[in-house]
């Protein structure tokens, strides 16, 4: 079998531990900002759910000292880099990490401070399954930060084909605020990554598949994965480099009394004094 037909996205991150540790189109002063934005006392738990490489746990403990926290993931490839770098760091003894599949993952009924998933929404079964996997998490008082995709502009042709998806995978951002308030959850910040980043996070995934490539010597295994990362490239820049976006969204979860107060209303207009 081609090299080419084993190669798949989990393959093409693990190749980023070095340069762009972060999954998702983000800059590490993003990363800063959001995980900024929870004040986590001492003895706090952090969870992330799908954490790939470990880069947003491993900083949320550095800037958080006292928390400990616990990564999930399906990738062991991606795990163990994550614990390679919890050693590196300083931090192997407050990390727990476990090679699952978020979907069973079993807490143990154990809730966190802080809940993170980035990206993760389409093996979580949408947007909205996603909140409510997710909710049981969030200890009170805690905080879920959601990554989600979303359309810029109505998705060509092309890009639904680079992408293997259907356009209603993702919904604007404005639609991405509709379900995340339906589901129950009040947003309390946001961040949406800049082209710039987009293009970071796009470029290190062509440039470290290149690094591969041309490093090989048998001549098919360097053709396979050559014409992958050429695909892979055509596929951003032709495809959806400008129609998807992505949105960090710090959500805290509001309790079914108060879901009526926090409503979205189309048309803005302020509510009335009882």
């Known amino acids: 079998m081609s090299i080419y037909r084993t190669i798949d996205n989990e393959t093409v991150w693990n190749l980023l531990d070095a340069e762009h540790p972060v999954i998702d189109p983000l800059a590490p ?32 403990l550095e800037l958080h000292p006292g928390t400990t926290g616990v990564g999930v993931d399906i990738s062991a490839a991606h795990v163990e880099k994550a614990g390679e770098q919890a050693r590196k760091r300083g931090l192997a003894d407050r990390l727990d990490t476990h090679v699952a599949d978020a979907n069973t993952f079993d807490t143990g ?22 909140l409510d996997h997710l ?9 879920l930060l959601l ?98 976006g992505f949105a960090s969204v710090l959500l805290r979860p509001v309790p079914a009394p108060l879901a009526a107060h926090t409503a979205r209303r189309r048309g803005f207009v302020p509510w009335a004094a009882d």
């Open 29 to 60: 002063e993003s990363v800063d900002r959001l995980l900024g934005q929870v004040a986590l006392p001492p003895g706090a738990r952090v969870i992330d759910i799908g954490c790939g490489l470990g880069a947003l746990l491993l900083r949320a």
């Open 147 to 244: 990554g989600e995709a979303f359309w810029t502009r109505p998705p060509s042709p092309g890009a639904l084909a680079a992408l293997d998806i259907d356009s209603d995978t993702h919904s604007d951002l404005d639609g991405l605020f509709d379900a995340v308030i339906d589901g129950g959850w009040a947003p309390v910040y946001a961040y949406e990554s800049t082209r710039r980043e987009w293009d970071d996070f796009g470029w290190a995934c062509v440039r470290a598949l290149a690094d591969w490539g041309m490093s090989e010597n048998d001549p098919a295994t360097r053709a396979g994965v050559l014409r992958f990362m050429a695909d892979y490239r055509d596929s951003w820049l032709q495809g959806y480099r400008d129609s998807m």
């Open 109 to 130: 009924g154990e809730t966190y401070d802080l809940v993170m998933c980035m990206g993760l929404s389409a093996a979580l079964g949408g947007l909205r399954a996603t």
């Open 135 to 143: 909710r049981p998490l969030v200890a009170p008082g805690g905080h």
